[in-house]
């Protein structure tokens, strides 16, 4: 029996950078109730608040919700409030190195949209975020720039070139995250083994990029067992079939 399910969040929890559905909240508050629940993903801790803390119903016991952002690089708890517990931060001179690559990455590929909305490299302290379309671009403007992966898988293959010892992984709908080498959701999967205490083989993974480059599939890779949606509402059927097995 699995004592921890740990979930994506874009595409598998809710739309990318949106808060979670009401069903949603309802679902992990009834899975709550049987399990721990982790939320890893490459989002920073704003966006976790705003995606997932707050959008839970009052009834879900938020002391066994164990939110990771910027891929398990950072671990919030909730005791009465949401805290940090760790956080890994890259040096400036990291910083500048990335930065500097998106650029002439971005140049020699040419993937370069014709309409952004908002910034499109985010610094997130323990990772670099670049999207493509922007940080406040709509639904399906993300949803039709690289539904099959293609472009990014271009600017991924370039990026890793120009950044020999960093971890380069595609996440959400337009999105490429930098973490140090090494830094993936099986490495913040493995920070959450060690911090709760709960086996490997007593959690579970569900996303939807669960497929090589995706930055869901270091957790398959891990070999945790693994549920691949493709979308929220494969999650929820997910959700109510484990409630089920759990009760």
Same mark, same amino acid.
């Given at each position: 029996?699995?004592?921890? $399910? @740990?979930?994506? =969040?874009?595409?598998?929890?809710?739309?990318? %950078?949106?808060? /979670?559905?009401?069903?949603? !909240?309802?679902? &992990?508050?009834?899975?709550?109730?049987?399990?721990?629940?982790?939320?890893?993903?490459?989002?920073?801790?704003?966006?976790?608040?705003?995606? $997932? @803390?707050?959008? =839970?119903?009052?009834?879900?016991?938020?002391? %066994?919700?164990? /939110?990771?952002?910027?891929? !398990?690089?950072? &671990?919030?708890?909730?005791?009465?409030?949401?805290?940090?517990?760790?956080?890994?931060?890259?040096?400036?001179?990291?910083?500048?190195?990335?930065?500097?690559?998106?650029?002439?990455?971005?140049?020699?590929?040419?993937?370069?949209?014709?309409?952004?909305?908002?910034?499109?490299?985010?610094?997130?302290?323990?990772?670099?975020?670049?999207?493509?379309?922007?940080?406040?671009?709509?639904?399906?403007?993300?949803?039709?720039?690289?539904?099959?992966?293609?472009?990014?898988?271009?600017?991924?293959?370039?990026?890793?070139?120009?950044?020999?010892?960093?971890?380069?992984?595609?996440?959400?709908?337009?999105?490429?995250?930098?973490?140090?080498?090494?830094?993936?959701?099986?490495?913040?999967?493995?920070?959450?083994?060690?911090?709760?205490?709960?086996?490997?083989?007593?959690?579970?993974?569900?996303?939807?990029?669960?497929?090589?480059?995706?930055?869901?599939?270091?957790?398959?890779?891990?070999?945790?067992?693994?549920?691949?949606?493709?979308?929220?509402?494969?999650?929820?059927?997910?959700?109510?079939?484990?409630?089920?097995?759990?009760?």
């Amino acid at each position: 029996m699995k004592e921890l $399910v @740990a979930f994506d =969040l874009d595409g598998t929890l809710a739309e990318s %950078k949106q808060p /979670l559905q009401e069903p949603m !909240g309802e679902a &992990l508050a009834n899975l709550l109730d049987v399990a721990h629940v982790a939320v890893i993903s490459g989002g920073d801790w704003p966006q976790f608040e705003k995606q $997932v @803390a707050s959008r =839970l119903p009052e009834r879900a016991d938020r002391t %066994k919700l164990w /939110l990771m952002p910027t891929t !398990g690089t950072k &671990l919030y708890r909730f005791d009465g409030e949401w805290r940090a517990v760790y956080a890994e931060l890259f040096e400036d001179d990291e910083k500048q190195k990335i930065l500097k690559a998106f650029d002439e990455s971005l140049e020699a590929t040419g993937f370069v949209p014709e309409k952004t909305w908002g910034e499109r490299i985010e610094d997130r302290g323990s990772q670099i975020t670049f999207s493509a379309l922007g940080q406040e671009a709509p639904i399906d403007a993300k949803h039709s720039w690289d539904p099959d992966f293609a472009k990014r898988k271009v600017i991924q293959a370039d990026l890793r070139k120009r950044l020999p010892g960093l971890s380069i992984n595609m996440g959400g709908a337009t999105s490429i995250d930098i973490t140090r080498e090494g830094v993936d959701k099986a490495y913040g999967l493995k920070k959450l083994n060690e911090a709760s205490g709960i086996a490997l083989d007593k959690m579970m993974f569900i996303g939807d990029a669960i497929f090589p480059g995706g930055n869901d599939y270091p957790a398959e890779q891990l070999g945790l067992d693994v549920v691949k949606v493709k979308n929220v509402d494969g999650t929820l059927a997910a959700i109510a079939g484990i409630v089920a097995c759990l009760k």
